[in-house]
Structures are given as structure tokens and as C-alpha cells.
């Protein structure tokens, strides 16, 4: 039974950092790349950020480029992302996902339930 478990969304003020946490189980974590998604309401899911299988490559959305860090785990099958200089347009529910490819999350084939990221302003 394969579980991705997000959490450390919250609700902060422009400027400040937050990590967020991926926990898996039921699956090989290091035989996936992970990743990080967030939606809004009425929005469609946008792709954030992307982790290869080892860690040894990162990939990100220009939005997030230069503030967020993805990084891995494998020995806690755990995923992170590491947000600093939020901004008001980063408030969504960010999702993790699991992708067995080897070069970052194309198309996951598990997501978590989300946890909501709220920045004001």
C-alpha cells in the first residue's frame, strides 16, 4: 500500500522559509525521482520542483528557481522541499509525487494528500 504523507505547511508571512516533508512507504523509495507540485483552487496543478532517483539532479520551476530546495533522504524515504523568501504567490496546496522514472517526476504514479502553503502579505 503505497502512502506519500506530506507535511510542515502552514500559514507564514512574506519573506520567511518553511520545509515541507514527504514521507513514503510501500514502495522502493530510491527506485523513483520525486517531486513537488501545488495547485490553487480553479487552477490547474503546476510542476515545482523534481529529484532524481540518488539526489543528483534537480530540476525546478522558474517561479521557484533560486528560492526553493528540493533534496532527498533515501535512507528515511523522505523528500523535501525547502521554500525561503516566500511569496504571497506561493500559497497553494503542494503535493509530492513519485515517478519511477529515472530523470525527475513526469507523469507520478502516486501523490500525496497535500498540504497547504499559505503566505501573506
Known amino acids: 500500500q503505497v502512502q506519500l504523507v506530506e507535511s510542515g505547511g502552514g500559514l507564514v508571512q512574506a519573506g520567511d522559509s518553511l520545509r515541507l516533508s514527504c514521507a513514503a512507504s510501500?514502495?522502493?523509495?530510491?527506485?523513483?525521482?520525486m517531486g513537488w507540485f501545488r495547485q490553487i483552487p480553479g487552477k490547474e496543478r503546476d510542476f515545482v520542483a523534481s529529484?532524481?532517483?540518488?539526489?543528483?539532479?534537480?530540476f525546478y520551476a522558474d517561479s521557484v528557481k533560486g528560492r526553493f530546495t528540493i533534496s532527498r533522504d533515501n535512507a528515511k524515504n523522505t523528500v523535501y522541499l525547502q521554500m525561503n523568501s516566500l511569496k504571497s504567490e506561493d500559497t497553494a496546496v503542494y503535493y509530492c509525487?513519485?515517478?519511477?522514472?529515472?530523470?525527475?517526476?513526469?507523469?507520478?504514479?502516486?501523490w500525496g494528500q497535500g498540504t497547504q502553503v499559505t503566505v501573506s502579505s
Open positions: 510501500g514502495l522502493t523509495f530510491s527506485s523513483y525521482s
Open positions: 509525487a513519485a515517478d519511477p522514472q529515472s530523470m525527475g517526476v513526469r507523469r507520478p504514479d502516486y
Open positions: 529529484i532524481t532517483r540518488s539526489g543528483g539532479i534537480k
